[in-house]
Nanobody, 123 residues
Framework: QVQLVESGGGLVQAGGSVRLSCAASGRLFSSYAMGWIRQAPGKEREFVAAINWSGSSTYYADSVKGRFTISRDNAKNTVYLQMNSLRPEDTAAYYC????????????????WGQGTQVTVST
């Protein structure tokens, strides 16, 4: 069974930076694409970023492109989301998610989710 545990969230001022981590259980972490989804109160879930199994391809929502960077360390079974130049509209619960295979096939392909970590950006 897949377990994804996010960490690194918290309160940060606008313009600041935060790095989220997601530790995955299991021996097959490197066989799957990974991603991040977020949900703000009263809003729908929003795709943030994804990365293929090797890290050779990354994908971003337009709203975070140029500010956020997704990366992974397969030796540590961990995926990261470096978030820079944060804005109040980035405030949300951020969820790590695993894809169904090596390649990212779109947000609907992120099928296993963690419990989430809250990021709050103050003005």
């Amino acid at each position: 069974q897949v377990q994804l545990v996010e960490s690194g969230g918290g309160l940060v001022q606008a313009g600041g930076s935060v790095r989220l981590s997601c530790a995955a259980s299991g021996r097959l972490f490197s066989s799957y694409a990974m991603g991040w989804i977020r949900q703000a109160p009263g809003k729908e879930r929003e795709f943030v970023a994804a990365i293929n199994w090797s890290g050779s391809s990354t994908y971003y929502a337009d709203s975070v492109k140029g500010r956020f960077t997704i990366s992974r360390d397969n030796a540590k079974n961990t995926v990261y989301l470096q978030m820079n130049s944060l804005r109040p509209e980035d405030t949300a619960a951020y969820y790590c998610a695993r894809g169904g295979d090596r390649w990212f096939s779109g947000p609907d392909g992120l099928v296993f989710w963690g419990q989430g970590t809250q990021v709050t950006v103050s003005t």
